[in-house]
C-alpha cells in the first residue's frame, strides 16, 4: 500500500511538474512568437504638373514611393495585393469647398517581406480627368494629396502561416510649388476607421498547450 501511493505522488508530482513547465514553455513562445503589423509610410511624392521649371500642365501623372516596414524579428510577412489610391485631400486650407476628388488607383502585387526588413515599392498613377490634380493647387502654387494604402497579410512563424489580417492606413502629402514633397522625412500612414484590429498570435499556441496537457494526463 505504502509502495503504491508514493507511486501515485511521484506520479502527480511528475505531471504537476510537467504542467508547469509546459505553461512556463508556452507563455514563453506566446511572447517571444506575437507579431506587430507592418509600418507602412510615404517616403517620395512628385506632381511634374506643379514644378515650375518645367512649366508644363499636360503631364499630371503622380509619381509615389511607398515603403512598409516589417518590426519583426522572427516573423515573415506575406502581402496580398497592396492597393493604393490617391485623392485630394478634405483639407480646410483649399481655394473652393468642393469634396475630395478621386484621382486614380495603384496596385503592387503581392510579395514576401522577410524579419527586420523594408520594402520600398514605387507607384505612378495618370488620372482620367487630368483637370483632377490642377484642381488640388493651392493659390501659392502648392497643393495637398491623399494616399490610402489597404491589403491584408498573413504572418510566417516557422513553417507555420497565421490568417489574414487587414491593413487599411493612410495620410495627406503635401507637395511645394516645385511638385515635390518638401520634407524629406516620411510621412507616417496611420490606420482609417475602417482598418481591423491586429490580435496577437495566440492559436497555435493554444493548440500546443493542449497537446502538453493531453499528454499530461494520458
Known amino acids: 500500500m505504502d509502495q503504491d501511493r508514493e507511486r501515485g505522488r511521484s506520479c502527480c508530482g511528475c505531471c504537476l511538474s510537467f504542467i508547469f513547465t509546459a505553461g512556463l514553455t508556452s507563455l514563453f513562445?506566446?511572447?517571444?512568437?506575437?507579431a506587430d503589423k507592418p509600418k507602412c509610410s510615404i517616403q517620395n511624392f512628385y506632381v511634374p504638373a506643379l514644378n515650375k521649371t518645367l512649366n508644363s500642365r499636360v503631364n499630371t501623372?503622380?509619381?509615389f514611393m511607398v515603403r512598409c516596414d516589417n518590426p519583426n524579428r522572427d516573423q515573415g510577412v506575406y502581402y496580398d495585393?497592396?492597393?493604393l489610391t490617391l485623392s485630394t485631400a478634405n483639407t480646410t486650407n483649399t481655394n473652393s469647398s468642393a469634396p475630395?476628388?478621386?484621382v486614380g488607383n495603384y496596385t503592387v502585387p503581392r510579395f514576401y517581406q522577410g524579419h527586420k526588413k523594408k520594402a520600398k515599392k514605387w507607384g505612378q498613377v495618370s488620372p482620367l480627368n487630368n483637370q483632377t490634380v490642377l484642381r488640388a493647387v493651392f493659390p501659392n502654387g502648392s497643393a495637398v494629396f491623399r494616399l490610402d494604402l489597404k491589403t491584408q497579410v498573413r504572418?510566417?512563424?516557422v513553417f507555420w502561416k497565421t490568417k489574414r489580417y487587414g491593413i487599411d492606413v493612410g495620410a495627406n502629402v503635401e507637395v511645394n510649388g516645385d511638385g515635390v514633397k518638401p520634407n524629406k522625412k516620411g510621412i507616417k500612414m496611420r490606420k482609417n476607421d475602417s482598418s481591423f484590429p491586429l490580435s496577437r498570435i495566440s492559436f497555435p499556441i493554444c493548440v500546443l498547450?493542449?497537446?502538453?496537457l493531453f499528454f499530461a494526463i494520458r
Open 81 to 83: 495585393d497592396v492597393r
Open 100 to 102: 475630395p476628388l478621386f
Open 155 to 157: 504572418f510566417k512563424i
Open 29 to 34: 513562445l506566446w511572447l517571444s512568437l506575437r
Open 61 to 63: 501623372t503622380l509619381n
Open 209 to 212: 498547450m493542449n497537446l502538453l
